[in-house]
Structures are given as structure tokens and as C-alpha cells.
């Protein structure tokens, strides 16, 4: 896996739509700068994300790129009409069904692999198994494991915005790798204490997700969103001190974000969701752009606030 991963959910037309073309030139964009991580998920926009990024990297060297996706949502067909409500500007063609039966992976995983075109998956992760603890780690996992077994996959995964429950998982199962959301960030080192080091005893990959917090970190001048509802006061205060510190290192805000979960010798990769060529570029010149090892003191001093 490269160390900055192309996350899909845009390509679903995660709040605002994209057009066939824009959501091509991004992955195009991606590509050229090196990126060879992709993941996706058939949460994003009903399945439009694994479409796209499927006819995307079709043309692609298989060898040379590592895809994942999700299980744990199946796409039911519905006739209710209406938008989707859960985010991605997408007709309500399908609705989102919690499975994480035996059965339902294999469904999940056959129907993801016609929308990419794509006869196999390299990594399978377990999605937002929180309320499904039971379900997940006695069906959903054997049946990864069968399908690991089988060359279906080549690693399980488990995905979530939540620590706990993925060091259990850590614990519990031999997974390969999890991914792991907004928990391991400048704002959020909650996963630091007992996750991370786990996940490096067992020789767990860890992916970083949501380095920049839905968006509070994702420019210089904080503001926005933190895990998806605005950010509270004290939060944004926070950040902007961040921000101060960075600009006094020649740094920005967002270069610190994407760099800081990568320090820890658990994570190998992140993975940020870009919605243009543009945003690629600018996020693939920031991880090129180095950073003076002060500023991890001088930012450790807010972090702990």
C-alpha cells in the first residue's frame, strides 16, 4: 500500500454530485501522482463509487494497485424514489440493509465485485460493526476467512470510527489490517494508548482515516465540521493554535494532519477522500513537502489540552 491511500467516497457523490468525468480525472489525477490505494465501499452512493472506481483502474495494471472495499450493508432494490438520505446526492435506487451473516458477505462481495469488474478484492473490511458485534466476529469473519482461503480476497479488514471495538477485533480474530477513522489524529489520539500498540505486537496494518476530522483540519484556517457536526468552540480554538504553530514552522495546518498519523510505526498508509484533480495534487504536494521535527513538540503541547 502507498502511504497516502484515494478514499472513494466522493466518487458516490458524498454531499455534492460529481460528474463521469470529474470523478475520472480524479482517479486519472491519483494515479499519475503515484497513488496506488483505493478504497471504496458500496455505502458510497448505493454502489456509484465501486462503478466509477472500477471503470476508473480497469485499464490499470492489476498487479500494481490494492483495492478495498466493504461488507456489512447490502443494496436492496427499492422503488420509494426520492434522493438517498444518508448523505450522497444519488437516486434512492436501493436501501441499505445491516447484514453481516455468513450469507450476506458473500452477497456483498459478489455483487461488489460485478460493479468494479474485477474477479478478485485485496483487501475486505468489516464496516461499522457496532451494534453487530456478535453477527461480525462469529459469521461475517469466517466467512472473509473462507473467501481469503478461497483467493476471493487476499486480507480482512475491519473499518470503523470507533477504537474499542477494533482492538477486540485485534484481539479476538486474525485479521490483517483495520482501518481506522478520526481516532488517531492532531485533534483525537485516543487509539494511541492501547490500539496502536496492540495492532503492532500483532502485526496489524493500520490504516489512518479522517485525518482531518471531517473537515476542521482540512484547511489553515479551521472551521466547519469535526466527525460530521460543527465543530465545537473549544475544538476550533484548538486547531487554530495548531495552526499558529504550524505557520511558525512553515507549515500548514492541513501538511500536519496528513503527516502526523503516518509517525507511528503501527500505520502504514492513510487513505483521504479527494474530490478532484486538483485537491489530489494539492494533497500529494503537501505529503512531498518536508516538515521540521520541532514542530511535533512544540504542536504536542496543544494536542494534550
Not at 47 to 58: F, M, Q, T, V
Not at 67 to 91: A, C, I, M, W, Y
Request: hydrophobic fraction near 45%; charged fraction near 25%; glycine fraction near 8%.
Amino acid at each position: 500500500m502507498t502511504r497516502l491511500g484515494y478514499g472513494c467516497a466522493p466518487l458516490g457523490n458524498l454531499f455534492t454530485a460529481l460528474t463521469d468525468e470529474d470523478a475520472s480525472a480524479a482517479v486519472a489525477a491519483a494515479w499519475e501522482n503515484g497513488i496506488r490505494l483505493f478504497d471504496t465501499a458500496p455505502h458510497y452512493g448505493l454502489g456509484l463509487s465501486e462503478r466509477r472506481i472500477g471503470e476508473a483502474l480497469r485499464h490499470r495494471p492489476r498487479a500494481e494497485f490494492t483495492l478495498s472495499t466493504k461488507v456489512g450493508r447490502l443494496l436492496v432494490p427499492s422503488d420509494g424514489g426520492g434522493r438517498d438520505d444518508q448523505g450522497f446526492d444519488v437516486p434512492a435506487t436501493h436501501t441499505r440493509v445491516w447484514d453481516f451473516s455468513r450469507d450476506g458477505v458473500r452477497r456483498s462481495l459478489t455483487e461488489s465485485l460485478a460493479r468494479l469488474g474485477l474477479d478478485s478484492i485485496d483487501v475486505a473490511l468489516i464496516h461499522d460493526p457496532d451494534h453487530h458485534w456478535k453477527e461480525a466476529v462469529a459469521e461475517a469473519f469466517p466467512a472473509l476467512a473462507e473467501l481469503r482461503a478461497e483467493g476471493v480476497i487476499k486480507s480482512i479488514g475491519v473499518g470503523m470510527n470507533q477504537w474499542p471495538m477494533l482492538a477486540d477485533f485485534v484481539r479476538e480474530t486474525d485479521v490483517d489490517t483495520i482501518m481506522l477513522a478520526g481516532r488517531y489524529t492532531l485533534l483525537d489520539q485516543s487509539a494511541a494508548a492501547e490500539l496502536l500498540p496492540l495492532c503492532a505486537e500483532r502485526g496489524v496494518s493500520v490504516v489512518a482515516a479522517g485525518v482531518f476530522n471531517s473537515g476542521i483540519l482540512a484547511t489553515h484556517d479551521p472551521k466547519g465540521t469535526y466527525n460530521y457536526v460543527p465543530a465545537p468552540p473549544e475544538l476550533l480554538d484548538r486547531a487554530r493554535r495548531m495552526a499558529s504553530i504550524c505557520e511558525a514552522h512553515g507549515v500548514t495546518l492541513p501538511q500536519a494532519a496528513l503527516a502526523f498519523p503516518l509517525r507511528h510505526p503501527a500505520v502504514s498508509s492513510i487513505v483521504v477522500g479527494m474530490r478532484s484533480a486538483e485537491e489530489v495534487r494539492q494533497n500529494t504536494a503537501l505529503m512531498a513537502s518536508p516538515i521540521p521535527e520541532a514542530l511535533w513538540d512544540d504542536l504536542a503541547v496543544v494536542e494534550h489540552d
